[in-house]
């Protein structure tokens, strides 16, 4: 459950804490730091309070990150890359050169700085929190996602990088439609209800619009799109989502749906898909 969002500028730290049961062994509490950099991209601190260890998802301004890591009093041990992109992989060089000895997982050659190189379902550990790594080819052949499962209680969490936005999805720079159904609709849908999305840039308005062109019936769009703009009006973050959020509101995880389907004239979900990146590719709102 998550029990508050504390705000600080442009960032937002998002806590999760574990139901206390007597005689239980020690609660694993995870905590989530958001952390804007670039233009409009997301970084992601995840700490294991129980250890002081921590993992960064895709730290393209390592100075911020290590300034954060330093407020913490935690101990970074881990960089999760999501793919090589520039905005999301073009810190880690100055990063593992400012920490040495950081393991540096991703599930591709071009990441820099790399140590590993994982699998689909390979599981990791950061401190007490176990990580596992879902291969979603598309937007990059070696893109991956990170699911923290949940945890005595504490909501899961998934860090979607460009494979799944907030109402959206990425390009399909090096894949295919069918592959992105297979990562959003097989795979991602899959996880449980409560999990809590955090993505990789700050696009939900922008999806938002492109989803009510796609479903201008939907309320869970209007809904979604009133309670982005009061968070973006006061400059904060709308990470997360959720996963049944997305199931709601998010054309490319929607794309079995008549309504859907109506709009692209289309009857099957692979070829919606394509027609809807298609469509979104050229939408201006």
Not at 234 to 250: C, L
Not at 270 to 275: H, R, V
Request: net charge neutral; hydrophobic share 35%; proline share 6%.
């Amino acid at each position: 459950m998550v029990l508050g969002q504390f705000f600080r500028g442009t960032t937002v730290l998002v806590s999760s804490c574990l139901k206390r049961q007597l005689h239980a062994t020690p609660a694993i509490n995870m905590q989530i730091k958001v952390l804007n950099a670039l233009q409009d991209n997301y970084m992601y601190l995840v700490v294991d309070p129980s250890t002081k260890e921590a993992a960064v998802v895709d730290p393209v301004d390592p100075e911020k990150v290590l300034e954060e890591v330093k407020k913490l009093n935690v101990k970074l041990t881990t960089v999760l890359t999501t793919h090589h992109h520039w905005d999301h992989s073009g810190g880690n060089d100055k990063l593992v050169e400012l920490s040495p000895g950081l393991a540096v997982y991703g599930g591709d050659d071009r990441v820099p700085k790399i140590t590993r190189h994982v699998q689909d379902g390979e599981q990791l550990q950061v401190g007490q929190l176990t990580v596992k790594c879902l291969h979603t080819p598309c937007h990059t052949s070696g893109h991956i996602c990170y699911f923290f499962p949940a945890s005595n209680g504490d909501a899961p969490a998934v860090f979607t990088g460009d494979t799944m936005f907030i109402a959206g999805c990425g390009k399909f720079f090096e894949g295919t439609a069918d592959q992105m159904y297979k990562a959003l609709v097989e795979k991602l849908a899959k996880l449980p209800d409560a999990t809590r999305v955090f993505c990789g840039h700050e696009y939900t308005i922008n999806n938002l619009k492109f989803a009510a062109k796609v479903e201008p019936g939907n309320q869970a769009i209007v809904d979604k799109m009133a309670w982005a703009e009061k968070k973006r009006a006061k400059n904060e973050p709308t990470v997360p989502s959720t996963i049944a959020e997305e199931k709601t509101f998010n054309p490319f995880m929607r794309v079995n749906e008549s309504a859907v389907h109506k709009h692209a004239h289309l009857n099957d979900p692979i070829s919606t898909m394509a027609y809807l990146r298609k469509e979104k590719d050229h939408f201006r709102p």
